[in-house]
């Protein structure tokens, strides 16, 4: 059972476009939600991470938007480059630090 | 700082042989390791929660006698994969807690002929 749902897919985004994806949770018990970046045969990179209480993070081009009523959070990478092409995995867990639930993951292309 | 490694990086054993993989913590120490398991273009799937002292807590479904989990320092986790077979194939990548954050091994291509 995916706890956390993640979309799009695959995106392709021209470099300096804003890239966009989405994920849903069900369980309001999550309170951690971190965006992981993840390059062929290498393993997951944190990027950026935000907890309930906040409706936005913003690190760099990096923004992680938080609804928590609609149990939504979304990554914005602003001035996307080709360097950002990678898979995007959003997650949840009960608490920071412990068993995270990932999303299936967003292959991100962006071309030059 | 917070740099997890992983030995060996990639693997390749023979069916019916057992196979064993190292995650470290570096520079920290971690009283709780995570192994998960990843399929070609698929998520991570969470395998085990390895606490340094006891016995791993396993997710339904992970078979604890076929992947033995042993977290004997705060250092130090290591995954067996016990009687490889090729559906076991996978790539396998550990985390270690530090403070709040997990923080993630580079992964262990295993592939069983």
């Known amino acids: 059972q995916q706890q956390v749902k993640q979309s799009p897919q695959s995106l392709i985004v021209q470099k300096g476009g804003i890239s966009i994806i989405n994920c849903a949770y069900e369980?309001?018990?999550?309170?951690?939600f971190p965006w992981y970046q993840q390059f062929p045969g290498k393993g997951p990179a944190l990027l950026i991470a935000i907890r309930p209480d906040v409706s936005e993070k913003k690190e760099g081009r990096f923004t992680i938007s938080f609804n928590k009523s609609a149990k939504q959070f979304s990554l914005h990478i602003m001035d996307s480059q080709p360097g950002d092409s990678a898979t995007y995995f959003c997650?949840?867990?009960?608490?920071?630090?412990?068993?995270?639930?990932f999303g299936k993951g967003t292959s991100l292309l962006v071309t030059p | 700082g917070a740099v997890v490694s992983q030995h060996p990086s990639w693997v390749i054993c023979k069916s019916g042989t057992s196979v064993k993989i190292e995650c470290r913590s570096l520079?920290?120490?971690?009283?709780?390791m995570f192994w998960y398991r990843q399929f070609p273009k698929q998520s991570l799937m969470l395998m085990a929660t390895s606490n340094e002292g006891s016995k791993a807590t396993y997710e339904q479904g992970v078979e604890k006698d076929k992947f033995l989990i042993n977290h004997a320092s705060l250092t130090l986790s290591t995954l067996t994969v016990t009687s490889a077979h090729p559906e076991d194939s996978s790539f396998y990548i550990c985390?270690?807690?530090?403070?709040?954050?997990?923080?993630f091994g580079p992964g262990t291509r295993l592939l069983v002929l």
């Open positions: 985390s270690a807690r530090l403070r709040q954050t997990q923080y």
């Open positions: 369980n309001t018990a999550f309170d951690y």
């Open positions: 997650a949840a867990s009960k608490n920071s630090g412990y068993a995270l639930n």
């Open positions: 520079d920290f120490q971690a009283t709780t």
